[in-house]
């Protein structure tokens, strides 16, 4: 009976320690969640996938992810499936978790992945001379993310006059030219257009005092510049004359009236250029100086050393007041023929021989190749007397080959008989047989 009470009193023991074991476990709470990763960084276009942990109050621990809630901002982008999270844009997010009434967060710092696109502002430029032109980059990745990149961009320019400081140019010279920016294997072209800046000079052609004879003109020409040294063609000088000496015509030149003394100026808003002109009778005026230069020529400079367009040396010489000789040179010119016009030419050429040589078939007279030699030598005579010295020089070589052919041709085969034809030096046909030539 021992044995029996030994055996119920341990199955009793272990009875008793099973009801408080499941009374502990009943009384047990959940005291706090807990997520994993609680902060990841990742580049944009990666996953991240969280767990959720649940801790109870007797130190237990269960996963509960699948009843977790995640909330990802709609700032974040990218796409949320549970507890897996797509990322798209950068930033440093915070994302809620919550299990029932327990919560958690989990953050995610999501940086740019490598870039395809480079962007770059502005993306044309329309400047002057005068304009600082700088530019910014930007690189973008695949899920729109952009960030600055202009302290690391390469910048090139095939205006090589142009001054680069880092990203900003400052252009010289006018035109059209091509800015290009490198970075990470991307380049982009910008077109650049540069017009001239404000007006700097003013060049007054005659630039130097001269001697003007009474009812001569001199022409005046004017041309603006800018600080440096590109023509502003957009832009009209005014000239003023002070003194009644001489007068501007309707042409803009500068014509003698009476003996006296006259300045020219010439004007663009706050730039003046002034030459000053003596008027004398024609009589008195010299032909030449020491140089050999005529006296009221006008040499001037350009900036940039650009030679001035136009620009004239006038030279008066007379026998008396009223009289004034000038020289004229009358240059003959001479005109092309069409192609088409030399074309025919050979074609009427060919078809006279063919003609010949048809008429004269069965004429065995040696002086046969007289009228070729001669229309070939007229052929040549009207290539070089009317046709303009250097075109269609291979003219007078087709005359020669066309006419060459054709002889053989009318000497040869052309004469060859055919079946009811009668060679040369043969017996008179009989009655009802008759030669063709």
Not at 226 to 237: K, L, M
Not at 404 to 418: A, L, V
Request: charged share 15%; glycine share 8%; aromatic share 10%.
């Amino acid at each position: 009976m021992t044995y029996k009470k030994f055996l119920f009193g341990l199955g009793a023991t272990a009875l008793f320690w099973a009801f408080l074991s499941g009374t502990a476990s009943a009384a047990a709470t959940v005291d706090h969640i807990s997520v994993s990763p609680v902060s990841t960084t990742v580049m944009a276009g990666e996953t991240v996938t969280w767990k959720v942990t649940a801790h109870k109050t007797d130190s237990s621990t269960s996963d509960v992810t699948t009843t977790a809630s995640f909330d990802v901002p709609a700032s974040a982008g990218g796409s949320l499936n549970h507890n897996a999270f797509t990322t798209q844009y950068v930033g440093q997010w915070e994302i809620p978790v919550s299990v029932g009434s327990y919560t958690a967060t989990a953050y995610v710092n999501v940086v740019h992945s490598s870039p395809v696109t480079l962007l770059v502002a502005p993306d044309k430029v329309e400047a002057t001379a005068d304009d600082t032109i700088s530019f910014a980059t930007k690189l973008k990745d695949a899920y729109g993310n952009t960030w600055n990149a202009t302290g690391q961009t390469s910048f090139t320019s095939t205006e090589k006059n142009a001054d680069l400081n880092g990203y900003t140019y400052a252009f010289k010279k006018i035109g059209s030219f091509v800015v290009t920016a490198r970075i990470a294997g991307l380049q982009v072209l910008v077109p650049v257009v540069v017009t001239p800046g404000v007006p700097a000079t003013l060049l007054l052609s005659p630039s130097e005092k001269f001697t003007l004879a009474v009812g001569s003109t001199q022409d005046v020409l004017t041309k603006i510049f800018d600080a440096d040294g590109n023509e502003i063609t957009s832009r009209q000088a005014g000239l003023t004359l002070v003194g009644d000496a001489a007068m501007l015509t309707s042409t803009g030149d500068l014509k003698g009236v009476k003996p006296g003394v006259v300045t020219l100026h010439a004007g663009y808003g706050s730039i003046d250029s002034q030459t000053e002109i003596e008027i004398v009778k024609a009589a008195t005026i010299s032909v030449t100086n020491s140089s050999g230069r005529v006296l009221g020529e006008a040499i001037t400079s350009v900036p940039n050393n650009d030679s001035v367009e136009g620009q004239t040396e006038t030279g008066i010489s007379t026998e008396n007041e009223n009289t004034q000789n000038t020289e004229s040179t009358n240059s003959e010119t001479c005109t092309t023929l069409e192609l088409w016009v030399t074309l025919v030419m050979l074609a009427v050429y060919a078809i006279i021989l063919l003609g010949y040589y048809a008429l004269i078939k069965r004429d065995d007279d040696k002086s046969w190749w007289i009228f070729p030699v001669l229309i070939t030598a007229i052929g040549i005579i009207i290539w070089s007397k009317y046709f303009c010295e250097g075109t269609y020089a291979w003219w007078p070589w087709i005359l020669g080959l066309i006419g060459i052919f054709i002889s053989w041709y009318g000497r040869g085969p052309m004469r060859k008989n055919p079946s009811d034809d009668i060679a040369p030096g043969s017996p008179i046909p009989p009655e009802g047989q008759k030669p063709l030539f």
